[in-house]
């Protein structure tokens, strides 16, 4: 009988995905979603092969259930920043802040790798994740153009690029030089949809 991880059966079940998240995420960055198998991220998890069946028929599944984990985690940690915040520029620069400390913890965007590795069915669900991790953003500038922070703008189009930048936005670890990098960050998002970086530092001081 395989040995039961936590105190309830319930406690083993999220404690075996959370080790499957895991080694989905760690496999993912060495060797590609396309590369690895089942039988790989029940190795690296440290389970056995059917435990994996136990959660998910199929690895499509496995990341489906892996983004909305961290998906939910993320936009979780994100709103908890941006309460009792009210101003819209002050919002904007705690949600682009935030989004360059989370990325270390969680891992959200799927690499663009994987629209040619999964169906179109998944790609499609995954679609649905990016825009949940989109929506603080837009409801941050729809109310900054509501106020007259913000001119107005495409947010269609605004949106994913704002986020694409900072999905690729590579900082360094620790030190001065992060700091640095976050602060250039924000400035430039603040260009970006039409405030002055250094107009909304002295406003807001």
Do not use: W
């Amino acid at each position: 009988m395989p040995k039961i991880i936590g105190a309830t059966l319930a406690e083993h079940r999220e404690q075996v995905r959370l080790r499957l998240f895991a080694a989905l995420s760690a496999l993912m960055e060495r060797e590609g979603f396309d590369a690895i198998t089942l039988a790989d991220i029940a190795g690296e998890a440290g389970v056995g092969r059917t435990a994996v069946y136990n959660h998910f028929p199929d690895k499509e599944s496995l990341l489906l259930g892996f983004i909305e984990n961290e998906t939910t985690s993320y936009i979780a940690a994100l709103e908890q920043s941006l309460t009792g915040i009210e101003d819209p520029v002050e919002q904007l620069r705690t949600y682009v802040q935030q989004q360059i400390r989370l990325k270390r913890v969680y891992h959200l965007a799927p690499g663009p790798d994987l629209r040619t590795v999964v169906s179109r069915s998944t790609m499609l669900r995954l679609r649905e994740h990016i825009l949940q991790i989109e929506a603080p953003l837009r409801r941050i500038l729809i109310q900054g153009i509501g106020t007259g922070r913000f001119p107005r703008q495409d947010l269609d189009a605004v949106v994913p690029l704002v986020n694409s930048c900072l999905n690729a936005r590579h900082v360094p670890e620790d030190g001065p030089r992060r700091d640095r990098a976050i602060e250039e960050t924000v400035a430039f998002v603040m260009r970006a949809v039409g405030v002055d970086p250094t107009v909304a530092v002295r406003r807001t001081a």
